[in-house]
Protein backbone atom coordinates (compact mmCIF):
# COMPACT_ATOMS: atom_id res chain seq x y z
CA UNK A 1 0.00 0.00 0.00
CA UNK A 2 0.95 3.30 -0.37
CA UNK A 3 1.61 6.42 2.10
CA UNK A 4 -0.15 9.30 1.61
CA UNK A 5 0.30 12.47 3.72
CA UNK A 6 -1.62 14.91 3.49
CA UNK A 7 -1.42 18.95 4.91
CA UNK A 8 -2.77 21.01 6.25
CA UNK A 9 -5.06 18.13 8.01
CA UNK A 10 -7.55 21.01 8.98
CA UNK A 11 -7.95 24.74 8.45
CA UNK A 12 -10.57 27.47 8.86
CA UNK A 13 -10.71 30.26 5.84
CA UNK A 14 -12.21 33.62 5.12
CA UNK A 15 -14.61 33.44 2.34
CA UNK A 16 -13.10 35.11 -0.84
CA UNK A 17 -9.54 33.32 0.18
CA UNK A 18 -7.78 30.41 -1.38
CA UNK A 19 -6.44 27.30 0.48
CA UNK A 20 -3.72 25.05 -0.93
CA UNK A 21 -3.59 21.12 -0.12
CA UNK A 22 -0.44 18.85 -0.53
CA UNK A 23 0.02 15.60 -0.86
CA UNK A 24 2.93 13.80 -0.86
CA UNK A 25 3.10 9.94 -1.66
CA UNK A 26 5.82 7.87 -0.52
CA UNK A 27 5.90 6.60 -4.43
CA UNK A 28 6.18 7.24 -8.05
CA UNK A 29 2.59 7.03 -9.06
CA UNK A 30 1.09 7.98 -12.58
CA UNK A 31 -2.31 9.17 -11.36
CA UNK A 32 -3.09 11.02 -8.43
CA UNK A 33 -6.88 11.96 -7.90
CA UNK A 34 -8.79 14.72 -5.82
CA UNK A 35 -11.94 14.21 -3.84
CA UNK A 36 -14.11 16.35 -1.96
CA UNK A 37 -16.51 14.30 1.09
CA UNK A 38 -19.04 17.32 1.97
CA UNK A 39 -20.25 16.54 5.58
CA UNK A 40 -22.14 13.23 6.09
CA UNK A 41 -21.66 12.51 2.03
CA UNK A 42 -19.84 10.08 -0.02
CA UNK A 43 -17.09 10.88 -1.88
CA UNK A 44 -17.00 12.86 -4.69
CA UNK A 45 -14.46 13.47 -7.78
CA UNK A 46 -12.80 16.90 -8.12
CA UNK A 47 -10.40 16.00 -10.58
CA UNK A 48 -7.14 13.51 -12.10
CA UNK A 49 -3.93 14.76 -11.91
CA UNK A 50 -0.76 13.41 -14.18
CA UNK A 51 2.27 14.40 -14.16
CA UNK A 52 3.31 16.42 -17.20
CA UNK A 53 -0.10 17.41 -18.61
CA UNK A 54 -3.50 19.30 -17.24
CA UNK A 55 -5.70 17.68 -14.76
CA UNK A 56 -8.75 15.93 -16.05
CA UNK A 57 -11.87 17.49 -14.20
CA UNK A 58 -15.52 15.76 -13.31
CA UNK A 59 -18.65 17.36 -14.22
CA UNK A 60 -19.02 20.56 -12.08
CA UNK A 61 -15.69 21.22 -11.34
CA UNK A 62 -13.60 23.99 -13.10
CA UNK A 63 -9.82 25.02 -13.04
CA UNK A 64 -10.24 28.46 -12.12
CA UNK A 65 -11.90 27.23 -9.18
CA UNK A 66 -9.69 23.99 -8.14
CA UNK A 67 -6.50 24.34 -9.57
CA UNK A 68 -4.24 21.43 -9.55
CA UNK A 69 -0.05 21.22 -10.15
CA UNK A 70 1.24 17.72 -10.35
CA UNK A 71 5.18 18.65 -10.57
CA UNK A 72 6.50 15.67 -10.05
CA UNK A 73 5.22 11.54 -9.82
CA UNK A 74 5.22 12.09 -5.44
CA UNK A 75 3.43 15.15 -5.58
CA UNK A 76 0.53 16.81 -6.34
CA UNK A 77 -1.21 20.16 -4.93
CA UNK A 78 -4.99 21.33 -4.81
CA UNK A 79 -6.23 24.76 -4.12
CA UNK A 80 -9.94 25.92 -3.30
CA UNK A 81 -10.08 29.40 -4.60
CA UNK A 82 -12.31 31.97 -3.60
CA UNK A 83 -13.80 30.27 -1.41
CA UNK A 84 -17.41 30.56 0.01
CA UNK A 85 -19.10 28.56 2.86
CA UNK A 86 -20.09 25.91 0.37
CA UNK A 87 -16.98 24.82 -0.28
CA UNK A 88 -16.34 23.57 3.71
CA UNK A 89 -15.77 19.58 2.90
CA UNK A 90 -13.08 17.78 3.45
CA UNK A 91 -10.73 17.24 0.70
CA UNK A 92 -8.72 13.74 0.03
CA UNK A 93 -5.45 12.96 -2.30
CA UNK A 94 -6.01 9.27 -3.56
CA UNK A 95 -3.87 6.99 -5.23
CA UNK A 96 -3.67 3.75 -7.05
CA UNK A 97 -2.03 0.39 -6.09
CA UNK A 98 0.55 -1.13 -7.96
CA UNK A 99 -1.98 -3.10 -10.10
CA UNK A 100 -3.95 0.21 -10.43
CA UNK A 101 -6.76 -1.28 -9.06
CA UNK A 102 -7.73 -0.45 -5.51
CA UNK A 103 -7.13 3.11 -4.26
CA UNK A 104 -5.44 4.14 -1.03
CA UNK A 105 -6.46 7.80 0.55
CA UNK A 106 -4.76 10.59 2.68
CA UNK A 107 -6.02 11.16 6.09
CA UNK A 108 -7.61 14.39 4.26
CA UNK A 109 -7.88 18.11 4.77
CA UNK A 110 -11.04 19.48 6.70
CA UNK A 111 -11.69 22.55 5.65
CA UNK A 112 -13.99 24.96 7.52
CA UNK A 113 -15.15 28.82 5.59
CA UNK A 114 -16.17 30.77 7.61
CA UNK B 1 -30.63 5.91 -9.59
CA UNK B 2 -27.05 5.46 -8.25
CA UNK B 3 -24.63 3.45 -9.71
CA UNK B 4 -23.83 1.72 -6.07
CA UNK B 5 -26.48 1.86 -3.34
CA UNK B 6 -26.01 1.77 0.35
CA UNK B 7 -28.09 1.86 3.37
CA UNK B 8 -26.81 5.03 5.07
CA UNK B 9 -28.23 3.99 8.56
CA UNK B 10 -26.95 3.99 11.31
CA UNK B 11 -26.42 0.33 12.54
CA UNK B 12 -26.46 0.05 16.04
CA UNK B 13 -25.41 -3.25 17.21
CA UNK B 14 -23.91 -5.05 20.66
CA UNK B 15 -20.17 -6.22 21.10
CA UNK B 16 -20.19 -9.45 19.72
CA UNK B 17 -22.77 -9.25 16.95
CA UNK B 18 -21.98 -10.00 13.64
CA UNK B 19 -22.92 -7.35 11.49
CA UNK B 20 -23.77 -7.72 7.93
CA UNK B 21 -23.20 -4.10 5.72
CA UNK B 22 -24.60 -4.61 1.80
CA UNK B 23 -24.42 -2.49 -1.32
CA UNK B 24 -26.19 -2.88 -4.97
CA UNK B 25 -24.77 -1.53 -7.92
CA UNK B 26 -26.41 -1.41 -11.75
CA UNK B 27 -23.49 -1.70 -13.93
CA UNK B 28 -22.48 -5.17 -14.65
CA UNK B 29 -19.08 -3.41 -15.79
CA UNK B 30 -18.01 -3.41 -12.15
CA UNK B 31 -15.02 -6.11 -11.80
CA UNK B 32 -13.35 -4.62 -8.77
CA UNK B 33 -15.29 -4.44 -5.29
CA UNK B 34 -13.53 -2.59 -2.22
CA UNK B 35 -14.80 -1.98 1.14
CA UNK B 36 -13.18 1.41 2.91
CA UNK B 37 -13.55 1.96 6.98
CA UNK B 38 -13.77 5.62 7.49
CA UNK B 39 -13.27 7.05 11.08
CA UNK B 40 -14.58 10.60 11.98
CA UNK B 41 -12.56 13.21 11.23
CA UNK B 42 -9.95 10.75 9.29
CA UNK B 43 -9.67 9.66 5.33
CA UNK B 44 -11.15 6.16 3.76
CA UNK B 45 -8.22 2.91 4.84
CA UNK B 46 -9.20 0.14 2.35
CA UNK B 47 -10.40 -2.90 4.48
CA UNK B 48 -10.75 -5.71 1.71
CA UNK B 49 -10.47 -5.91 -1.80
CA UNK B 50 -11.94 -8.11 -4.17
CA UNK B 51 -12.37 -9.18 -7.54
CA UNK B 52 -15.43 -11.25 -9.71
CA UNK B 53 -17.62 -13.11 -7.66
CA UNK B 54 -16.63 -14.91 -4.25
CA UNK B 55 -15.74 -14.30 -1.01
CA UNK B 56 -12.68 -13.14 1.11
CA UNK B 57 -11.88 -13.37 4.35
CA UNK B 58 -9.35 -11.77 6.74
CA UNK B 59 -9.53 -12.26 10.15
CA UNK B 60 -13.48 -11.26 11.61
CA UNK B 61 -14.15 -9.46 8.38
CA UNK B 62 -15.60 -11.62 5.10
CA UNK B 63 -16.33 -9.40 1.98
CA UNK B 64 -18.95 -11.41 -0.37
CA UNK B 65 -20.01 -10.44 -4.10
CA UNK B 66 -23.17 -12.09 -5.73
CA UNK B 67 -22.02 -10.56 -9.44
CA UNK B 68 -25.03 -11.95 -10.64
CA UNK B 69 -27.38 -10.53 -8.39
CA UNK B 70 -25.33 -7.64 -8.16
CA UNK B 71 -24.59 -7.53 -4.32
CA UNK B 72 -21.59 -7.42 -2.34
CA UNK B 73 -21.99 -7.50 1.27
CA UNK B 74 -19.30 -6.94 4.29
CA UNK B 75 -19.62 -9.19 7.50
CA UNK B 76 -17.84 -8.43 10.53
CA UNK B 77 -17.72 -11.39 13.18
CA UNK B 78 -17.44 -10.53 16.70
CA UNK B 79 -17.91 -7.15 16.24
CA UNK B 80 -16.20 -4.53 18.56
CA UNK B 81 -16.39 -1.14 19.75
CA UNK B 82 -13.34 -0.10 17.62
CA UNK B 83 -15.29 -0.89 14.39
CA UNK B 84 -17.67 1.92 14.89
CA UNK B 85 -16.99 3.70 12.31
CA UNK B 86 -18.38 4.34 8.51
CA UNK B 87 -18.32 1.84 6.26
CA UNK B 88 -17.78 2.73 2.48
CA UNK B 89 -18.36 0.33 -0.74
CA UNK B 90 -16.70 1.07 -3.87
CA UNK B 91 -16.56 -0.14 -7.20
CA UNK B 92 -14.92 -0.24 -10.97
CA UNK B 93 -14.65 -1.80 -13.83
CA UNK B 94 -11.27 -2.37 -14.80
CA UNK B 95 -7.55 -1.14 -14.06
CA UNK B 96 -7.31 2.60 -13.88
CA UNK B 97 -10.84 3.32 -14.06
CA UNK B 98 -12.58 5.66 -11.90
CA UNK B 99 -14.05 4.40 -8.51
CA UNK B 100 -18.01 4.76 -7.98
CA UNK B 101 -18.80 5.11 -4.07
CA UNK B 102 -21.87 4.08 -2.08
CA UNK B 103 -23.12 6.96 0.23
CA UNK B 104 -21.51 4.98 3.25
CA UNK B 105 -23.06 3.09 6.59
CA UNK B 106 -22.36 4.54 10.06
CA UNK B 107 -22.01 1.38 12.25
CA UNK B 108 -22.23 1.73 16.09
CA UNK B 109 -20.90 -1.10 18.14
CA UNK B 110 -22.13 -0.38 21.79
CA UNK B 111 -20.12 -2.22 24.55
Known amino acids: SAVISQKPSRDICQRGTSLTIQCQVD?????MFWYRQQPGQSLTLIAT?????????ESGFVIDKFPISRPNLTFSTLTVSNMSPEDSSIYLC???????????FGQGTRLTVV | QKEVEQDPGPLSVPEGAIVSLNCTYSNSAFQYFMWYRQYSRKGPELLMYTYSSGNKEDGRFTAQVDKSSKYISLFIRDSQPSDSATYLC???????????FGGGTRLMVKP
Open chain 1, 94 to 104: SVLGTANTEAF
Open chain 1, 27 to 31: SQVTM
Open chain 1, 49 to 57: ANQGSEATY
Open chain 2, 90 to 100: ATHGGAGNMLT
